[in-house]
């Protein structure tokens, strides 16, 4: 992805490069990162992968605007104080005052949605967008307000469709993520990020309590049926 935007921005007539080119980019990577792969699952990935960016590129490339940035990473940022930093698969600038963003997901399309009655702070997903949204806005580098932000599954379902979801990122939504950062922020700082398994002689929450380890972790039933 970075490879072909900045191909597309060093061209002299900012168009991007062919699928073939950013399916021969694809598989330079993955020669480059080889080691980590047994070879039958190093083909089976290549094969799919290469398919699936030439299948993805003809869906969507007419709508790819020419003012972006790949692979932007944003670090030494705070918000309310909070120290974060993130990678952010596409950031397009709509014009002087607007940015929206784009992250790109593998594999199955799963559902993405805002908040809702049984899921207050909506999915992983839509957070994601709202936190890279905050992200950007806070760094010194840009002053631009991101309005929408958009999940893309590089896949097909199994109904065969590219599935893109868009939303509207509000002023609300910027909040919302906002108290949730600050909340668990503060537990961290608390040393109060697991609330336990509210078993009263569990051995592992009275430990995250008190930092002092039992002699063992194990079961003293088990360790009976041992002798």
């Known amino acids: 992805l970075r490879k072909m935007v900045e191909q597309m921005r060093l061209s002299s007539d900012k168009k991007y490069p062919t699928a073939e080119m950013v399916s021969d980019y694809f598989e330079m990577e993955m020669k480059r990162v080889q080691g980590l792969f047994v070879q039958t699952e190093y083909k089976s990935r290549l094969e799919r992968g290469k398919a699936a960016i030439k299948d993805y590129y003809q869906e969507h490339h007419q709508d790819w605007i020419q003012d972006t940035l790949a692979e932007y ?16 698969d596409r950031l397009d600038f709509v014009d002087g005052q607007t940015a929206q963003i784009l992250d790109y997901k593998t594999g199955e399309p799963t559902s993405v949605y805002k908040p809702k009655k049984d899921k207050p702070l909506g999915s992983d997903y839509w957070r994601q967008l709202v936190f890279y949204a905050l992200l950007f806005e806070h760094q010194r580098a840009d002053s631009r307000q991101v309005r929408n932000g958009t999940i893309s599954f590089v896949e097909r379902n199994i109904k065969n469709q590219f599935i893109d979801k868009t939303f509207e990122i509000l002023r609300e939504d910027k909040m919302l993520l906002r108290e949730s950062i600050k909340t668990t922020w503060a537990k961290i700082q608390n040393n109060d990020f697991y609330e336990g398994c509210d078993e009263p002689k569990c051995k592992w929450c009275t430990f995250q309590k008190t930092q002092k380890a039992p002699v063992t972790f194990r079961d003293e039933i088990i360790l009976s049926l041992d002798d």
């Open 73 to 88: 990473h944003i670090t030494h940022t705070e918000i309310d104080g909070v120290p974060v930093k993130g990678n952010l």
